[in-house]
């Protein structure tokens, strides 16, 4: 049916509106650039305020530039980014709280010697790790005034992005969050789809606290008409890495999708029954959620590829812009033996080193900019194929892996990503596809589409990489990146 959908896509780095018709194409979109905070060492946040007015603007300026009203609104998000604020004035009590922030990770070692692993493993599909919501959340409670008696009296409203955005465009009516946000929080029991009580009990958090958990595709309710000039129906809620999984169509058994962002995240569809294989170093997790059909994932999130690219251009200063990467790692016949391991926060799938620091080795008098420059982006295809060995029981090898996001403008990545997994890598043809992911979700509700077989008949892909490299020059690489990666685990205290 024809309809105009509005993706929302707050990301870690920008805030995105994107209008969709009912091809999936793009009519319009906005975007602002966010701005990181880095109070400490470790310590990574997001004002609050700015995330809304990002929104807001982006939002209205696709609104106003497009002839038709818009039908529906899907949001996508970076997820686990911890926000709270007071349930009557709306007002946040703190930053926002990155995902990649890990300022809790002593408390985390703490629960881990309390061998609460299993159990919350065994409820949310995690592995106890800063990143998720929840230690986070007891962080706020304990560093804001009176933090726990406010909590407890049902004072306090605490969200993932999603919520907190849904709460400003509906002016404070609806604290809710779908079930991909929730199953981030290591709160979500993921075969119950509730909040996990006793898991509430262990971190003190009170259940007032928390948002109404509702499927993905929903009638969520409707933004205040003062916001856009009239009322716009909420359709679609996913975290980004499940939109993408959605937009790239990975809807049966064994379908892998790989999103590169400031970190990477690689989801495999795991079926509909609740995961029983506990893979400690996969995390489980619920890829969406139709109706009452929940769909499972595995997933293997690397926090540092992009990253490491912004870091060679910002920190360093070696490149003018990211994109000069793909030239200089063609013309540099090959890394010069040199291996950078960009464990910025902590190393995640399938290590989780927390503590782990980022290192260069093989330094040799030969050396130059330009070997680590290309051992920066080697890196990012190096760290998919540490989780791809972890998952390979799940993940179908002879699927090609379907890949979108920033760093998929690199043809020399997608080639060294194909060669070294040796595995087909197919880019989606929309860079967009969290924003159209979301877009089918909110559609799926309002009937733009009937079913997933309509959504999967129009999606693209754009390039399609081939491995080419020998296998021996293959395993070469990789057992000196492993090498590389062991000794950037010896640095942990
Ligand atoms: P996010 O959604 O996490 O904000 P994006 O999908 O917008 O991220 O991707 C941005 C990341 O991709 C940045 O970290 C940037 O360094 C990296 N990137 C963008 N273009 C290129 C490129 N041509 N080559 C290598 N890395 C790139």
């Given at each position: 049916m024809k309809h105009t959908i509005l993706s929302i896509d707050q990301g870690t780095t920008s805030t995105r509106s994107i209008i969709f018709n009912e091809n999936g194409n793009i009519i319009n979109s906005f975007q602002k650039e966010s701005r990181l905070l880095f109070p400490k060492n470790g310590w990574v946040e997001h004002n609050p305020n700015e995330i809304i007015l990002h929104t807001i603007q982006t939002a209205s300026a696709g609104i106003s530039e497009t002839n038709d009203k818009v039908d529906?609104?899907?949001?996508?998000?970076?997820?686990?980014?911890?926000?709270?604020?007071?349930?009557?004035?709306?007002?946040?009590?703190?930053?926002?709280?990155?995902?990649?922030?890990?300022?809790?990770?002593?408390?985390?070692?703490?629960?881990?010697?309390?061998?609460?692993?299993?159990?919350?493993?065994?409820?949310?599909?995690?592995?106890?790790?800063?990143?998720?919501?929840?230690?986070?959340?007891?962080?706020?409670?304990?560093?804001?005034?009176?933090?726990?008696?406010?909590?407890?009296?049902?004072?306090?409203?605490?969200?993932?992005?999603?919520?907190?955005?849904?709460?400003?465009?509906?002016?404070?009516?609806?604290?809710?969050?779908?079930?991909?946000?929730?199953?981030?929080?290591?709160?979500?029991?993921?075969?119950?789809?509730?909040?996990?009580?006793?898991?509430?009990?262990?971190?003190?958090?009170?259940?007032?606290?928390?948002?109404?958990?509702?499927?993905?595709?929903?009638?969520?309710?409707?933004?205040?008409?003062?916001?856009?000039?009239?009322?716009?129906?909420?359709?679609?809620?996913?975290?980004?890495?499940?939109?993408?999984?959605?937009?790239?169509?990975?809807?049966?058994?064994?379908?892998?999708?790989?999103?590169?962002?400031?970190?990477?995240?690689?989801?495999?569809?795991?079926?509909?029954?609740?995961?029983?294989?506990?893979?400690?170093?996969?995390?489980?997790?619920?890829?969406?959620?139709?109706?009452?059909?929940?769909?499972?994932?595995?997933?293997?999130?690397?926090?540092?590829?992009?990253?490491?690219?912004?870091?060679?251009?910002?920190?360093?200063?070696?490149?003018?812009?990211?994109?000069?990467?793909?030239?200089?790692?063609?013309?540099?016949?090959?890394?010069?033996?040199?291996?950078?391991?960009?464990?910025?926060?902590?190393?995640?799938?399938?290590?989780w080193k927390t503590n782990a620091e980022g290192i260069i080795t093989g330094i040799k008098r030969t050396t130059t900019k330009y070997h680590l420059i290309r051992a920066a982006l080697e890196s990012t295809a190096f760290q998919i194929k540490d989780v791809l060995q972890a998952s390979i029981t799940s993940s179908n090898s002879n699927l090609p892996i379907k890949v979108d996001g920033g760093q998929t403008k690199n043809s020399f990545l997608m080639q060294f990503q194909a060669d070294i997994l040796d595995r087909t890598i197919k880019v989606a043809k929309t860079t967009e596809t969290t924003a159209l992911g979301v877009a089918f979700i909110a559609g799926l509700k309002i009937g733009t589409w009937n079913s997933k077989d309509e959504i999967k008949s129009i999606i693209k892909s754009k390039n399609v990489f081939e491995p080419k490299m020998k296998s021996s020059e293959r395993d070469s690489l990789y057992s000196q990146w492993c090498e590389a990666i062991q000794k950037s685990s010896l640095t942990v205290k």
């Open positions: 529906t609104i899907g949001i996508t998000n970076q997820r686990e980014t911890t926000l709270i604020w007071d349930k009557k004035t709306g007002k946040p009590v703190c930053n926002a709280i990155g995902w990649e922030d890990i300022r809790t990770s002593e408390y985390c070692a703490f629960l881990e010697s309390k061998d609460f692993t299993s159990l919350i493993k065994n409820s949310t599909g995690l592995n106890i790790n800063p990143y998720f919501s929840a230690t986070k959340i007891r962080w706020i409670l304990d560093s804001i005034p009176d933090g726990q008696n406010k909590a407890e009296n049902g004072d306090l409203c605490f969200g993932t992005v999603d919520t907190w955005i849904i709460y400003n465009l509906t002016k404070n009516k609806l604290h809710i969050t779908d079930v991909t946000n929730a199953s981030r929080t290591m709160l979500l029991n993921i075969h119950t789809l509730k909040w996990d009580k006793e898991i509430l009990r262990i971190f003190n958090i009170p259940l007032q606290l928390l948002p109404n958990v509702l499927p993905s595709s929903y009638d969520f309710g409707v933004t205040d008409p003062k916001i856009f000039g009239y009322e716009i129906p909420i359709t679609g809620i996913a975290g980004d890495q499940h939109a993408s999984m959605f937009g790239h169509a990975c809807f049966e058994k064994g379908m892998t999708k790989c999103t590169y962002g400031t970190g990477a995240f690689i989801l495999t569809n795991e079926g509909n029954d609740p995961l029983k294989l506990k893979n400690y170093k996969l995390l489980n997790t619920i890829g969406f959620q139709l109706k009452q059909k929940t769909f499972y994932a595995s997933e293997g999130s690397v926090f540092s590829t992009g990253s490491a690219i912004q870091w060679i251009k910002d920190g360093i200063k070696l490149i003018k812009d990211v994109s000069d990467t793909n030239l200089i790692s063609e013309d540099t016949k090959d890394n010069g033996g040199l291996y950078f391991v960009p464990a910025f926060n902590g190393l995640g799938s399938p290590h």
